[in-house]
């Protein structure tokens, strides 16, 4: 059997066993079902070979499940997305004074759309050398920018020129931010 | 737009009109929910319906209202509601065993202080949560991003507008035909639920479909994130119980429903409940260090925001140690003054441990919330009131005290997350949110119990006015009085909890996070609305490969926006028609 496939396989099947011997009744008077040794027996097999399968390489679709967010194209993309999203917002904050609310409004779903949703996508795979103290500040700095960039997308719909040009410029910081951080961790 | 139309004066965010707008139209729908909880037995999020009311009140053309102010509206109105339907499951307990003589008269105050309490507490214990659910994990929270899509939908474009009134309709729709009791058809449609079975397949395989448009519409937010949730159901129902049948450990003249109550409630329900705690715990042992390292980002910019004298976007860490202190003197106050003859030690330790339990019952709650837009309150209801009898010597009225305080938390915790995930996808910041649910909330529970009195006193002298053989048959609180019954006479499920729970740790400390939890929910609840929900989650992956990603997120979230709105708005509806007399 492929040694990729033997962990995860070993433990789902081992820890099904365990709830199918939890899940019998109760005997009259009985305070534990009579299989309840095969359920600890098969926890602890489920457990050992957890263990293996943690310490093996993660197919992305393991976090993707968890996240609900699919990590499929790579790294490239990711930092590429990354890129031009800076690019794209930096573009926009040194043009906005000339333009209209709505120009800025469609910019910045443009933006959403073609650059931070394929990043947001994508990020396991910026993280994946990271090690978690790196993952977590640099998930919950991406996480601010997103934040700015979503007010600025309201602020802008509600016609509000000064709140949404703050709101550019500190996601623009935000992710910058994320960019160094990224970078320092290579 | 031109830009002598831009608005000069500063952002609108929390207005007077927000507030009053949200304290109003919580507390309206909080009587409505009430009513229609004791009347039909389950409660309806108010999130979409508030936001739909702010849209219209505060966006009118007067107001010129702002997409963060009705976020701000929604959060206020949720907040109240949720309080109140923590309480409607638990304090008509009380009542209905005070009435067949179980317990004897009891006084509501300390039982109003625990409920106040559990509202504070909900919202103190899931704050330090909030980075690892929204922006580590990124959870749906399905029903938080439908209000977000209601929130932004004036600004987001006519294509996204059209798209979100197209799945409202035919949710909307979807919802009256089932109330109208037209597409009932006996043996194939029954009790909102199409049977797969065809006569052929065994009942104990529960092969059924829930026909509810807001559970096809969460699969449909969740994708490929809920496809263990799915898969938990089928292990359950497909090989768990067959196996149980086959290898005769069950009654064999048990048959049909009976079989199919019997395999849910002695099984896999409590087994469910087990490995929802094993998960939990496990859960908060695993992301220990990486909330670590997002508070410690958190307060590295809540410095720096400092030293440039900027606000900061968290709620004061102190005030969150005030207020969990304060809530556990509350919760203190009521266990001293209902348990006769209990030692201080033994109500300290209730305390104690309540509290503990709450944290980790928040967890789960708050969790399955966000993956999959369902929770487990019942749940972790019955599991409270059961430690605390234990606790404080089978003392009734003081567990349920315990019982309400855990009940209203787990639910403000939800919901708190709920908000913040909408707030969050609206670009708001968490601190206003946070500081109005930590302030506002105990008017949901006031509310709750006034109006539960008055019910109550409603049938006449000496009470009556809710319960088994009434017109508020109150299913819930029916069901807590029989757990209690059945732990006065020590029949708990402790050797399901036990062994479920060891299995969930192990399973949420697989490599793939979350699915304890995900498990754990789909053997608590029944197949039908696993099943409906996994087809949600399958038709959002099939439409994703063939469509892209881009389509997805900017068609498919909108619909399922709208279908969730829908059918919460025929329910907001069905409790005001029947509070009618309807």
Redesign the interface.
């Given at each position: 059997m492929n040694k990729q496939i033997f962990a995860p396989l070993g433990t789902l099947l081992a820890l099904l066993l365990a709830l199918l011997a939890a899940a019998k009744p109760l005997a009259e008077s009985a305070q534990w079902p009579d299989t309840w040794q095969l359920c600890l027996l098969a926890v602890l097999v489920a457990g050992g070979l957890n263990l293996l399968w943690r310490a093996q390489p993660q197919p992305l679709w393991a976090e993707s499940i968890s996240g609900a967010e699919e990590s499929a194209a790579g790294a490239t993309v990711s930092a590429e997305a990354l890129r031009e999203c800076i690019d794209a917002l930096q573009q926009l904050h040194n043009a906005a004074a000339a333009m209209g609310l709505p120009a800025i409004l469609h910019e910045l779903e443009e933006i959403h759309s073609q650059w931070l949703l394929p990043l947001i996508h994508t990020r396991s795979s910026l993280s994946a050398g990271m090690n978690r103290l790196q993952r977590g500040r640099f998930l919950a700095e991406l996480a601010a920018g997103e934040l700015w960039l979503n007010r600025a997308r309201s602020t802008a719909g509600d016609c509000y020129r000064v709140e949404t040009q703050q709101a550019i410029i500190q996601a623009l910081a935000q992710f910058i931010s994320v960019q160094q951080l990224l970078a320092a961790s290579r | 737009?031109?830009?002598s139309?831009?608005?000069?004066q500063?952002?609108?965010e929390l207005t007077w009109q927000a507030l009053a707008l949200g304290i109003v139209s919580g507390i309206l729908l909080n009587v409505a929910l009430i009513y229609s909880a004791l009347k039909l037995g389950f409660a309806i999020s108010a999130s979409a319906i508030a936001a739909l009311i702010g849209f219209v009140l505060l966006r009118g053309r007067s107001w010129r209202g702002?997409?963060?102010e009705n976020n701000l509206n929604q959060t206020i109105a949720a907040a109240i509601v949720t309080a109140g339907s923590g309480v409607v499951f638990t304090l008509p307990t009380l009542f209905l065993l005070q009435s067949n003589k179980t317990i004897g008269s009891f006084s509501p105050w300390p039982l109003l202080a625990a409920g106040v309490g559990g509202a504070l507490l909900g919202v103190v214990l899931i704050i330090p949560l909030r980075?690892k659910m929204?922006?580590?994990?990124?959870?749906?929270f399905p029903t938080g991003t439908a209000v977000a899509t209601i929130?932004?939908s004036?600004?987001?474009?006519s294509e996204k507008v059209t798209l979100l009134a197209y799945g409202c309709a035919i949710g909307a729709a979807w919802k009256l035909l089932l109330l109208s009791g037209w597409l009932n058809w006996p043996g194939v449609i029954e009790n909102d639920e199409l049977s797969l079975s065809f006569g052929l397949l065994p009942s104990y395989l529960s092969a059924a479909l829930y026909l509810s448009p807001l559970t096809f519409a969460s699969g449909l937010l969740?994708?490929?994130?809920?496809?263990?949730f799915f898969f938990g159901g089928v292990?359950?129902w497909w090989?768990?119980a067959p196996?149980?049948v086959h290898a005769s450990?069950?009654n064999p003249q048990l048959a049909n429903a009976e079989l199919v109550e019997?395999i849910y409630n002695?099984?896999?329900r409590p087994?469910g409940i087990?490995?929802l705690i094993g998960a939990a715990i496990m859960a908060m042992l695993l992301t220990l260090?990486?909330?670590?390292?997002?508070l410690?980002?958190?307060a590295q910019?809540v410095g720096e925001s400092r030293a440039q004298g900027a606000k900061s976007n968290e709620i004061s860490p102190w005030l969150l140690l005030s207020g969990l202190l304060g809530a556990m003197l509350l919760l203190f106050f009521a266990s001293w003054s209902t348990a006769v003859d209990v030692p201080l030690w033994r109500i300290l330790l209730a305390t104690l441990v309540g509290t503990l339990w709450l944290g980790i019952a928040g967890l789960i709650v708050a969790q399955a919330t966000g993956?999959t837009d369902i929770s487990p309150m019942s749940g972790m209801t019955l599991v409270s009131v059961a430690l605390t009898m234990a606790l404080l010597g089978g003392e009734v009225v003081a567990a349920l005290a315990m019982g309400i305080a855990i009940s209203v938390a787990v639910g403000q915790s939800a919901d708190m997350m709920q908000d913040l995930k909408t707030g969050?996808?609206?670009?708001?910041r968490p601190l206003q949110q946070q500081a109005l649910e930590f302030s506002l909330s105990w008017i949901g529970v006031v509310v709750a119990f006034a109006v539960i009195y008055a019910l109550w006193q409603g049938g006449g002298s000496a009470g009556g006015g809710f319960g088994p053989n009434s017109s508020l048959p109150a299913p819930q609180a029916s069901a807590l009085a029989e757990v209690i019954e059945a732990v006065q006479k020590q029949q708990i499920?402790?050797?399901?909890f036990i062994?479920?729970g060891?299995?969930g740790m192990?399973?949420e400390?697989?490599?793939?996070?979350?699915?304890g939890i995900m498990v754990g929910l789909a053997?608590y609840l029944p197949f039908s609305i696993t099943l409906t929900y996994g087809l949600g989650c399958l038709a959002q992956m099939r439409i994703e490969k063939i469509r892209g990603?881009?389509y997805a997120?900017?068609v498919l979230v909108p619909v399922a926006a709208g279908l969730i709105i829908g059918e919460a708005l025929i329910g907001v509806a069905e409790a005001f028609w029947h509070m009618g007399g309807g």
């Open positions: - | 737009m031109h830009s139309e831009e608005w000069q500063p952002y609108r702002t997409v963060i980075r929204i922006e580590i994990d990124r959870l749906r929130l932004r004036g600004a987001a474009g969740a994708g490929r994130g809920g496809l263990p292990a359950a090989i768990i196996w149980m450990w069950l019997f002695k099984s896999l087994l087990g490995v260090p990486i909330i670590v390292a997002a410690r980002s958190v910019a993956m969050f996808l609206v670009g708001n499920p402790l050797d399901k062994l479920g060891v299995a192990v399973l400390g697989t490599p793939v996070g979350g699915l053997m990603y881009a997120e900017g």
